[in-house]
């Protein structure tokens, strides 16, 4: 295509070919997002260390003066790094729970449950020695076993579906635990609510 020139004196000048538009190439700025199953270790999905807060209980009555304190919100901030290690953790936690909760079923075998749970939390905090890894072996204890069992290789306990199931497990990052247990069952009638 030719377009037709127009000097500034109103003359007509020579056709000059048009030139063609460059389209910018868009940056791509977007987090990743969690794979299902997860697979992204949180230290990536969270690239800038600014790991979610989750739910802040303000100090009320007798200890407002921690919040108003000048001297004491130099403390808090003094304990950031130990702050974003436990929401790291506990990030990692949180989507480990949640995948576990998706798939759990009658009829695993436990030990394959705890295991397939483990392998999920290691890959989330990305498992570095004492630096980041399981805070302690996955607890899955059925019925009348209150807490602490875990089974060992070889085990064959199957979850049924008349079982009450508890789950507990926890992470770390740099010895900050994060820890918590919750009841599976699948048979409606042990619902209490």
């Not at 020579?14 to 910018?24: L, R």
């Not at 936690?93 to 749970?117: F, N």
Request: net charge positive.
């Amino acid at each position: 295509w030719y377009q037709r020139r127009v000097r500034a004196n109103g003359e007509e000048g020579a056709a000059a070919p048009a030139k063609k538009k460059k389209k910018k190439k868009k940056k791509n700025n977007a987090k990743p997002v969690q794979t299902d199953p997860p697979s992204i270790a949180i230290g990536d999905l969270f690239a800038d260390g600014n790991y979610p807060e989750g739910e802040i209980q303000h100090y009320q009555d007798d200890n407002l003066w921690r919040m108003t304190s000048q001297e004491m919100k130099m403390k808090d901030y003094a304990f950031e790094e130990a702050l974003r290690d436990a929401r790291q953790a506990a990030e990692a936690h949180r989507t480990v729970r949640q995948y576990v909760q998706s798939w759990i079923a009658p009829g695993m075998k436990m030990i394959d449950i705890c295991e397939r749970l483990e392998d999920c939390s290691r890959k989330m905090v990305k498992e570095n020695g004492l630096l980041a890894g399981l805070a302690f072996p996955t607890g899955c204890s059925l019925n009348h076993c209150a807490a602490h069992y875990t089974p060992n290789p070889g085990d064959k306990t199957v979850l049924q579906y008349d079982d009450v199931c508890k789950i507990d497990f926890g992470t770390h990052i740099n010895g900050r635990i994060i820890d918590c247990a919750w009841t599976v069952h699948f048979n409606p009638s042990l619902t209490l609510w």
